[in-house]
């Protein structure tokens, strides 16, 4: 996982101090390898000892640590991509139509690179074979997860499983109630919070079903009580009108 993604995956579960430091390379990246410490403290207004605390949250020794990396990583997408392309630099006014296009392009063969290239297949073979063998698989998702979850649910039916899409929670939580044997309920959760998505599996669990989910963060409140976790690794940006890098890591999981 890109340290990139690792940031923009932890950045939700960070306390205020470090959230700061999280949002504020998420803009910029290139602000990490041109300033010091001291000075990334400053520009987030911050210390010195949050900036450390935000290196070892995400896994790194430091400060150093953490510089060589972005550096490697941006580098690398520089040479992938060229100039611009990085997860800092979003669409603006002044960006032409090609430059939109480059950048959607960038973003989205990222998120399914960094995705496949990370996915646990163990935990892969797990869930295939346990769709594989149900007796009746619930799919539930909110908003854009939704369409994610009636996907699969497509892809389910054309080769005969016994497969349910829910939209509704209220009819989603009453179908995970039912005891009934062998039931796998699948829930979809970019970032792991979604209220109507983690009762969905609660409820499940408790019926009792095998549940899987497909999440960005496996620290989340969903990826905490699963059975079986699969991650999607997708650098979001502000300017969008839903989710659609996300959607795409996502869609490239489901596929696998």
Not at 148 to 164: E, T
Not at 203 to 231: D, F, K
Request: with cysteine.
């Amino acid at each position: 996982m890109s340290i990139q993604s690792t940031i923009d995956a932890t950045a939700g579960t960070l306390s205020p101090s470090l959230a700061r430091v999280a949002a504020f390379i998420r803009a910029d990246p290139a602000a990490v390898v041109e300033n010091t410490i001291n000075e990334i403290a400053d520009l987030c207004d911050t210390s010195v000892a949050s900036v450390v605390r935000f290196c070892r949250a995400i896994g790194l020794t430091g400060y150093a640590q953490l510089r060589m990396a972005l550096a490697s990583e941006m580098g690398k997408e520089r040479a992938q991509f060229g100039d611009g392309m990085s997860f800092g630099s979003d669409i603006t006014d002044a960006d032409s139509l090609p430059d939109i296009v480059a950048k959607i392009r960038s973003r989205e063969i990222l998120a399914i690179e960094e995705t496949l290239a990370a996915v646990d297949i163990d935990a892969l073979r797990r869930a295939s074979t346990l769709i594989s063998e149900a007796s009746r698989v619930l799919l539930y998702g909110v908003g854009a997860s939704q369409f994610i979850a009636a996907d699969l649910g497509h892809k389910l039916l054309r080769i005969g499983r016994p497969v349910v899409v829910l939209s509704d929670p209220h009819e989603a939580w009453a179908c995970a109630a039912l005891p009934h044997p062998g039931t796998v309920a699948v829930a979809v959760a970019q970032r792991g919070e979604t209220y109507e998505t983690n009762r969905f599996v609660q409820i499940a669990r408790e019926s009792p079903a095998a549940t899987i989910g497909v999440t960005s963060v496996r620290e989340s409140t969903l990826g905490q009580q699963l059975g079986i976790v699969l991650t999607t690794q997708a650098r979001e940006t502000d300017f969008r009108a839903g989710a659609m890098v996300s959607r795409i890591a996502q869609l490239a999981l489901v596929d696998c």
